[in-house]
């Protein structure tokens, strides 16, 4: 897959590649789930159909986050995938580009009809398919009848998906990130179609836990909020080996903690992954995070929190 970044790149691209035939679609894909599947099964077809390769448009940072930080950082919403984990799923699924397009001012202030001119007529497109609910442009002005509008001027089919449900409601990122807060993960995997986890870079902490007998590996969290909260059951995945283990993602206020760290207790295991990339998979919420009188309380707890996990994750 090739990683395209920014509108300067995307023209670079078009230049060294003029005859490139592209069947694309437009979102955030925010989880991946199975409705942003269907849409990308869809471009898959029409490109075999049509002779082309696929491409798939997301802005960075979703546009719901950017307004949110502007009026209320506090109301920002949780972000289910990092960008990096979505372009993996991205490339896993087969998607030869993506487009990461910055959500910034400008392209806040760019009208519907400046978005079809400066970005989709500067690529090949042969097809673009949307969801059902797509808008773009300031004020969200712009719609599909716009957009089949344009394609018929200039012979790029257009296309819109019908609402992808489960249980007869939509899915939809909103749902997942209230399925997530809500401790409902069988629901969340319904939705997206595998568990839901959370994959980064284990990086150095204050090695604290090791001064309590349970030494965590600390995971490094994008800027973005995580839809989960407190302490959980989980099974991690590094370079193939499955762990079980306990994870806390919180501020830690028992130690002062200030910002949110997300740490993760591996059962049986006294390995340095340092450096290594684990992937955690949220099985149970076993508690909400606290604050304890002093470190031997806290350690209690924990003994307690790993005596439920090991119960929660029986084969």
């Known amino acids: 897959m090739y990683l395209i970044r920014g509108q300067y790149n995307l023209n670079l691209f078009t230049k ?16 991946f789930h ?35 930080e502007k009026k209320d950082p506090d109301k920002v919403p949780p972000r289910i995938l990092p960008w990096i984990d979505k372009v993996k799923l991205l490339n896993d699924f087969g998607i030869d580009y993506v487009f990461i397009l910055k959500f910034d001012k400008n392209l806040r202030a760019m009208s519907p009809e400046s978005f079809i001119e400066d970005i989709l007529n500067q ?7 949307v969801g059902d609910d797509f808008r773009f442009g300031l004020n969200r002005a712009g719609d599909f009848h716009q957009l089949e509008s344009w394609g018929s001027k200039n012979n790029v089919k257009i296309s819109s998906t019908d609402t ?96 949110p760290v997300l740490e993760v207790h591996l059962f049986d295991f006294s390995e340095d992954i340092y450096s290594k990339r684990i992937e955690v998979e949220f099985k149970k919420k076993i508690r909400e995070e606290k604050k304890f009188k002093n470190l031997d309380m806290l350690k209690l707890q924990i003994q307690e929190d790993i005596s439920l996990a090991n119960k929660f994750l029986k084969d």
């Open 16 to 31: 060294r590649h003029p005859a490139i035939r592209l069947c694309g679609t437009v979102g955030n894909f925010d989880g």
């Open 34 to 68: 199975l409705g942003h599947q269907s849409i990308l099964k869809k471009i898959k077809s029409d490109a075999v159909e049509l002779d082309a390769k696929t491409i798939v448009f997301i802005t960075e940072p979703h546009a719901a986050e950017y307004f949110a």
């Open 123 to 129: 690529v090949g497109l042969v097809s673009l398919t």
């Open 164 to 259: 992808f449900k489960f249980l007869d409601e939509r899915v939809s990122s909103t749902r997942i990130r209230e399925a997530l807060i809500s401790n409902n993960f069988d629901l969340a995997e319904s939705l997206l179609g595998r568990p839901y986890t959370f994959s980064g870079k284990v990086v150095h902490g204050q090695a604290l836990g090791r001064t309590i007998g349970t030494p965590t590996a600390n995971i490094w969290l994008p800027k973005q909020k995580l839809p989960i909260s407190g302490v959980y059951a989980v099974k991690c995945n590094i370079d193939g080996l499955i762990l079980k283990g306990i994870a806390n993602m919180g501020i830690r206020p028992t130690v002062g903690g200030t910002h």
